[in-house]
Each structure stands twice: as structure tokens, then as C-alpha cells.
């Protein structure tokens, strides 16, 4: 399934053929932002293998490709459908501020309604404040009960 999008924003499902692709622009996002990074070809090895269990989604944004989004998927434990995890998203920095990046969410949100979930979360830094002005304003909160709620926090551990 391939999400409607701008005529200029084209989205599409990413296969396995756009792994060195995926794994480069996955590497790149985390060069970007000082973190560790497996080589391109490690992660499109990876990104390869992903996409051959079925339970990863990536679409693709723009032309170059100039973004992405992936999803991840897994069985709910509160309800029948899926549970989806918008587990990446980027966007080329020459590319920003122009609406990719909402095409690319639009997109996620609409193929994970397609793939059968019924409940959808990400992850954001405090200090990235374009990607939650982003979540927030495509109805994604960090608040259990909002607007009065607790602030929810994502607490991760190496293992």
C-alpha cells in the first residue's frame, strides 16, 4: 500500500531492492546528530533483513529519496489490532521546513491504519521541538490524560 501524499511530497512503500538507500540515509540521520552509527552497508544488511520478517514498514518521501519513516509493528496486548511504532523519521536537511516530513507522518499514520493498527507511538527529544510541534500537531501527546495529565516519559537501557 502506498499512502497518498502532495504532488509534491510522493511517498512510497520502500522494498528491499532500497535497502543501501535506507541504510544510507539511516546513517546519515544519526552522523547528523553525533550518535553511533553501524556503516551504511551494516544497516541495509539490517534494514534487508527487516523488511523480509514483515513486520517493518519504511516509506520513502520525496524524489531523491529525500526522507523516510519506519514502522514497526507487533501484536497489541489491550485490544485485537496491532500496536505501531513510528520508530524512525527523517528528513534531508535540504529538505526541511517544506512539509515532507508531515507528508512522510500523514503517510505512517495512514499505512499503520491500513496494516491493521489501532494505536500508533514515537519517540521525540525534549530539544527537538520541530518534531513535537510535528507530533503534536497531528494529535500524538506525551500527556496520559490531556491536557491535565502526567508528562510520559521513554526510558532507555543498553542491554
Keep these: ?3 497518498p501524499a502532495a504532488d509534491d511530497h510522493p511517498i512510497r512503500s520502500a522494498e528491499r531492492a532500497d535497502a543501501d538507500s535506507i541504510g544510507q540515509l539511516l546513517h546519515d540521520f544519526n552522523r547528523e ?3 553511533p552509527t553501524p556503516t551504511p552497508s551494516a544497516l541495509a544488511d539490517r534494514v534487508r533483513q527487516l523488511l523480509g520478517v514483515g513486520d517493518t514498514t519504511i516509506l520513502f518521501g520525496g524524489t531523491g529519496p529525500d526522507g523516510l519513516a519506519v514502522l514497526r509493528y507487533r501484536a497489541a496486548i489491550w ?4 500496536e505501531c511504532t513510528a520508530a524512525e523519521l527523517y528528513v534531508v ?3 526541511r521546513g517544506r512539509g515532507l516530513g508531515r507528508a512522510l507522518m500523514e503517510s505512517a ?5 491500513g496494516d491493521g493498527a489501532d494505536y500508533m507511538d514515537l ?3 525534549e530539544a527537538d521541538v520541530v518534531a513535537r510541534k510535528l507530533s ?8 496520559e490524560k490531556p491536557p491535565d495529565g502526567p508528562i510520559m516519559y521513554v ?3 543498553d542491554l
Excluded at 485490544?79 to 496491532?82: F, G, I, R, T, Y
Excluded at 503534536?136 to 500527556?143: A, D, H, I, M, P
Design 155 to 157: 526510558y532507555e537501557r
Design 93 to 95: 536537511p535540504e529538505r
Design 79 to 82: 485490544s485485537d489490532a496491532l
Design 33 to 35: 546528530f553525533d550518535e
Design 1 to 3: 500500500m502506498t499512502a
Design 123 to 125: 519517540g521525540t527529544s
Design 136 to 143: 503534536e500537531s497531528l494529535g500524538f501527546t506525551n500527556r
Design 109 to 113: 499514520i495512514d499505512q499503520a491504519r
